[in-house]
């Protein structure tokens, strides 16, 4: 939702801006200077990655409209979850949570984090790690070093699609140089026409420069800025679930591990102490 609100808001900070000082916002519209950079913008994406990147990348940029990243509610929501599934298997062992690992879309404990169970990748994340653990006795570093791969894995795996966009911003001001000295080009072929002719040639190559520079620092680059918050976002929810497993595999009770995990998550979304011993003792 902010990305379209930054987005009018660039819009109406710059189109008021031109009009105000008496520019005529026909004289932007130069669909030659459009055609050109964002031809040849596509076309370098195409040269830099492969389909699956871009597949990846047009994905996350679809994503960033709608609304990411967890609120102090849903931490406290997983977080209770895992206390209670975890204080059943110390009560009952291990192979007593089974049930809702095997099958945590329908377990009526998981369920309760809503946000969790509905995020594929994290729910994937704490359950094939909890397979592991109910599959035999593995050591807690031998755990760590489980979870440490896989989250290093994603941050591999994610990284080049906001690279990938940002280096798509950078290259737009040269690109609207490029459409620019193209504008030029006509411009010096069109010498004779008259002061007017060539002057109009002359904006419309000068608004290529403008295209350039505005999408590259307008759009695309806050973009791919937003898309990295996103999966730095997500690489620290593995980090809170990793915290939470590896605690209660060194043997620490349910509580200590979720308090231990509570302290993983940044400090906007923290639930304080009292906020997270009050919703696992299932006060208000």
């Known amino acids: 939702m902010f990305v379209i609100i930054g987005a009018v808001v660039v819009l109406v900070g710059v189109v008021a801006g031109f009009s105000i000082a008496?520019?005529?916002?026909?004289?932007?519209?130069?669909?030659?200077?459009?055609?050109?950079?964002?031809?040849?913008?596509?076309?370098?994406?195409?040269?830099?990655?492969?389909?699956?990147?871009?597949?990846?990348?047009?994905?996350?940029?679809?994503?960033?409209?709608?609304?990411?990243?967890?609120s102090k509610d849903d931490y406290m929501q997983m977080l209770k979850a895992f206390s209670d599934l975890?204080?059943?298997?110390?009560?009952?062992?291990?192979?007593?949570?089974?049930?809702?690992?095997?099958?945590?879309?329908?377990?009526?404990?998981l369920k309760k984090a809503e946000k969790f169970i509905h995020d594929d990748y994290r729910r994937s994340f704490f359950c094939d790690t909890m397979k592991v653990m109910l599959a035999g006795s593995v050591p807690p570093h031998e755990?760590?070093?489980?979870?440490?791969?896989?989250?290093?894995?994603?941050?591999?795996?994610?990284?080049?699609?906001?690279?990938?966009?940002?280096?798509?911003?950078?290259?737009?001001?040269?690109?609207?140089?490029?459409?620019?000295?193209?504008?030029?080009?006509?411009?010096?072929s069109a010498i004779n026409e008259g002061a007017e002719k060539v002057g109009h040639h002359v904006a419309a190559a000068l608004v290529g420069t403008f295209l350039g520079v505005l999408m590259a620092y307008g759009f695309v680059n806050p973009l791919a800025a937003n898309i990295q918050h996103t999966i730095e976002e997500k690489v620290q929810d593995l980090q809170i679930i990793k915290a939470y497993i590896l605690a209660y595999a060194k043997g620490n009770p349910p509580f200590v591990a979720a308090e231990i995990a509570r302290r993983s998550i940044f400090l906007d979304q923290r639930p304080s102490f009292t906020e997270l011993e009050n919703s696992l003792r299932g006060k208000k």
Do not use: C
Not at 27 to 32: D, E, F, G, P, R
């Open 86 to 109: 975890f204080l059943i298997a110390q009560r009952e062992g291990l192979l007593a949570i089974e049930k809702h690992i095997e099958a945590a879309e329908k377990s009526d404990i």
């Open 22 to 70: 008496g520019g005529n916002l026909l004289l932007l519209i130069q669909i030659s200077e459009f055609i050109t950079i964002g031809g040849a913008a596509i076309g370098s994406l195409l040269i830099a990655s492969p389909l699956s990147l871009i597949k990846k990348m047009i994905a996350a940029i679809t994503g960033s409209f709608g609304s990411h990243g967890n």
């Open 143 to 188: 755990l760590e070093g489980l979870m440490d791969a896989e989250i290093e894995t994603y941050e591999k795996e994610n990284r080049p699609i906001f690279e990938g966009i940002a280096r798509v911003g950078d290259s737009l001001p040269g690109l609207g140089i490029v459409a620019a000295v193209l504008g030029i080009i006509v411009t010096m």
